[in-house]
């Protein structure tokens, strides 16, 4: 039996008729950054192990995608990694400190020529492919499994800047680089979506955590292709972007279909979102920042949120969150808003 034959039989029902923009009340449940430093199951694995080698020993991987599932109830697990890894295998170096990722030298006009070619870069992604297929081994066979990629301006930022975070003046007086970069990398990101689909992804999310800093012309103009060349499997390949408006994403990339669906972040009304996008899953967006709330003004966050998504049809609805779980948020909140949506979406 081929793996595609296999795929069709495995996975959260609720997940795929999100996929497939099927009626359904009750929306699936995946929450990004769901396995992490909040989560007392990855805490006993973070003391036993380094940060690389819970991404990197695909049987560690595993343990940390699925601890979650398992506790919380989710629909979905998510291939446990970093975006950060295309960069680590075209040479620039990654080591994870407590000041967070560190590369090992910066992207600019010089050290562009110093990246590696594709084909010698390729082969230090295929631990990805490894760690995809343990986590689907895993599994239980009614839970869905996301796979991912950091977009490719969040990985020139990245590269350039040492981070995503302020300003980003050298990633825009160093535009001009992007299509330089971009001529390794896109292919590069296109072979490891491929990768992680053949080892049992059901959808493969496109982060990018960095594109709402761009004006939406020069999204249009500068990012918009190089996502194009990324959407072949425009069934099974989504986008994330943090901080981008309607005018980023009116394209119809994004409205007709050109990707599986969108994540959007708590900026965003999700109302309007599902007339925005009206073809694929619209995944979202409850503001991470109310899981740190007390209990009971949680539940008013939750309730008031869920309202106007309750008393109105939500095709492709992935119930999730505007951006990453945070650290310190209490487990208690993680399995409060699991049972609340479910209850109120009943």
Known sequence: MTLSAVQEQI?????????????????????????????????????????????????????????????????????????????????????????????????????????????????????????????????????????????????????????????????????????????????????????????GAELVMIFDTAAGELPPGIFETEIVPRLQALSKNSGRVGYYSKATQPAHLRHPLFTEGGFAGVGLDYRWNMSEAFDLFPLGFVQGNFDQALLLCERQELKEHLQRYLEPLSNRSTPGWICGLGHGVLPGTPEDNVRLFVDTVREVML
């Open 11 to 199: 996975g959260s029902a609720r997940f795929q008729n999100a996929l497939a923009r099927r009626a359904q009340r009750t929306p699936p449940i995946w929450l990004m950054r769901q396995a992490g430093r909040y989560h007392k199951h990855y805490q006993a694995l973070r003391q036993r192990y380094s940060f690389m080698d819970l991404c990197k020993r695909p049987e560690l991987a595993a343990e940390v995608a699925l601890g979650p599932v398992l506790d919380f109830d989710f629909d979905a697990a998510i291939l446990f990694s970093d975006l950060l890894f295309p960069l680590e295998a075209l040479g620039m170096g990654l080591e994870y400190t407590d000041r967070g990722p560190q590369l090992g030298w910066n992207l600019n006009e010089t050290s562009i020529s110093h990246l590696r070619p594709l084909e010698e870069a390729w082969p230090n992604l295929l631990f990805q492919g490894e760690a995809v297929s343990a986590t689907r081994h895993r599994l239980p066979p009614d839970r869905s499994l996301i796979g991912f990629v950091g977009g490719p301006w969040t990985l020139f930022v990245y590269a350039v800047e040492g981070s995503h975070k302020g300003s980003l003046v050298e990633s825009n007086k160093l535009l001009p680089l992007f299509q330089r970069f971009c001529e390794t990398v896109v292919p590069l990101l296109a072979r490891n979506i491929e990768l992680q689909l053949d080892n």
